[in-house]
Every structure is written in structure tokens, then in C-alpha cells.
């Protein structure tokens, strides 16, 4: 009895951990520029200005990666001025197993100064990961498609943190094994819309140089278990959630094994994809909380068996005979 009792517990804390816990990590960038990663804005300002001229201009008129403060800006009067924001963070600690659950980018603005517009996670590709050049001014470095919903930036709180939710096409971009790459960029600038009338919209929040409430990645993820396959032809651009079309359901998890070191994650060097479908993890654990719940009641029933039912048997055959069971006399 005592032997089957400890096996059966034995099968419950092997069987459990095949239910994944989820966790949540924050990735920063790093501190000014040379080392890892960074963060920064670059900025193109005329007077008297443009906008077209400023929105396609290829290098900037200044940028910082080393200041404490991030601004980006959408202004146009008789002068014109962009700023895009850039942030580039390790988060090769979630590891090729990570299946993320969700993300989002948090910082703490110190100004706004805002007229109806919003603000846009976007793609970033610099030419380097750890500083910025002028050149990575130019729009054809930054994404227009979303990483997340539009901000409004009249929704945003002064001097307390703010986040912004990744969608499905900004968790599938966070590279698991390497460097994710991504942007802020007024919503006028990405459409290549002026604003109307004398506005001077940026936001100023606090940088990675910054000594409290620096910005940074919030990942919630778990590592992969239940049952995956691997399938050796599937090509992949991307890693994350594969949604159905009306983005409503999950239907799988995508894992690319090897990526471009210099893609941020975004191009596939490898066909080896790891393809995880929730439905078979839901099985695979429900059979393991079956098999376990099964186990215990066993024990239930012999325990039952053994110190209630023969117990009563016993004492109502002495009850009756005035003698044990088994026959040994009174």
C-alpha cells in the first residue's frame, strides 16, 4: 500500500511541469552607445521648412544615443522638424524555446506637447545595433506597418509609466535568440501627413541613460511543451503566433531555429521551423491532469477500502461472534 501510495505521488510531480507557467522578463537597452544595444532619436530640422522635404530626407540633422532624454516629434509651421525614436535591446535570454504571449513597450514621458495625433510601434533597422548613424534617419529604415495599435497621445500620462501592447506583428518580430530592433514614430510621419495648422507635437521621455524609469521590453512567454514537430522544409520569415485571418485564434506557434545575424530576427537562415499547435499541448495536458486525478482517486478508493470498509466489516463480525475475523479468539 505504502509503496503504491509513493509511486503515485512520484507520477504527479513528473507529470505536472508538462503544464508550461508563464513568465514575464523586462529587456532594457543598453546605457549610451558601443556596447550591445541602444536607444536614441534621430532628428531632421529645416527653417524655413518643408515637411515633404523633411519626411524623405535620408540623414538627419542630428541624433543622440547617449543623452538621458528620447523625443519624437511631428512639427510643421514656418520651420519643419521629425524625430524618430530608435531602440534596439538584447533579448536573447528568452531562448529559441520561448513562445511568447504577449509584449509591450513602456516608458515614462517627461513632456507632451500633442494636436490629435498618435504614435506607432514600428520596425527599425540601423546599420549598427549598439549606435546610430545619420543615415538611419531615412524612412526606408523604419516600418510603417504597426507593431502595435495607434496611441493617441492625448491617452498618455506625464511623468508615469506608459505602455504600448505589441500585436501579433510585433510579438512575431522580437527575436528570441538574438537582438529586436524596433521604432516610435509619429503616425502624420508615417503616413506623410503635415499637420494642420502651427503644431509642435513631440513627447520627451526618458532614455536608457536615464538614472530612474528607464524604458524598456516587457515579454510574457512560457518555453515550449505538450507536443511540437519539426518540419524540415517549412520556410519561415518570422517567429510568434500563427493567428487565422481574422486574428481571432491562434492556430499555431512558429519557431525559427537559426536566424540572419544581422536581420534582427526578421529573415530565417535556416529551414528547420518548430511548429507547436495549441490544440495537441491542450490534449497533452489534459490526459496528464486525467492520468494523475485517476492515480489519487485509486488511492482514495484503497485507503477507503482498507480503513473503512474492513474496518467495519471487523468490527461488526466481533460484534456478532465475539470473536476477530481471522479467527483468533476473543
Known sequence: MKKFITSTLASFFILFPLVASATTTDFFSDSGHGSTTT?????????????????????????????TSLIVTSKFFTDAEIRRIGATIDTSALGSSAIIDSAKYCFYPTTINEDADSLRVVSFSPASYNTFAPSDYDKTNFGTSGWSADIPT???????????????????????????????????????????????????????????????????????????????????????????????LVIAHVTCEAFDSFSGGTLCSSSAVTVEIPAIRFFANLWSYLLVSTLFLGVFILIMYEWLVKGVWRWFWRLITGRHPEGHGK
Open 39 to 67: 536607444d536614441g532619436y534621430l532628428d531632421h530640422y529645416e527653417n524655413p521648412g518643408v515637411w515633404t522635404s523633411v519626411q524623405v530626407a535620408t540623414t538627419s540633422t542630428s541624433y543622440d544615443t547617449d543623452g
Open 154 to 248: 492625448t491617452s498618455l500620462t506625464l511623468n508615469a509609466t506608459n505602455c504600448i501592447d505589441f500585436n501579433s506583428t510585433g510579438i512575431s518580430n522580437i527575436n528570441l535568440i538574438s537582438i529586436t530592433s524596433f521604432g516610435l514614430r509619429y503616425v502624420s510621419d508615417v503616413t506623410d501627413t503635415p499637420p494642420a495648422g502651427s503644431v509642435n507635437n513631440d513627447v520627451v521621455m526618458n532614455s536608457a541613460d536615464a538614472g530612474t524609469h528607464r524604458p524598456y521590453l516587457e515579454v510574457t512567454y512560457h518555453t515550449s511543451g505538450g507536443s511540437s514537430s519539426s518540419f524540415a522544409s517549412v520556410p519561415s520569415t518570422s517567429t510568434g503566433a500563427l493567428q487565422n485571418s481574422t486574428g481571432s
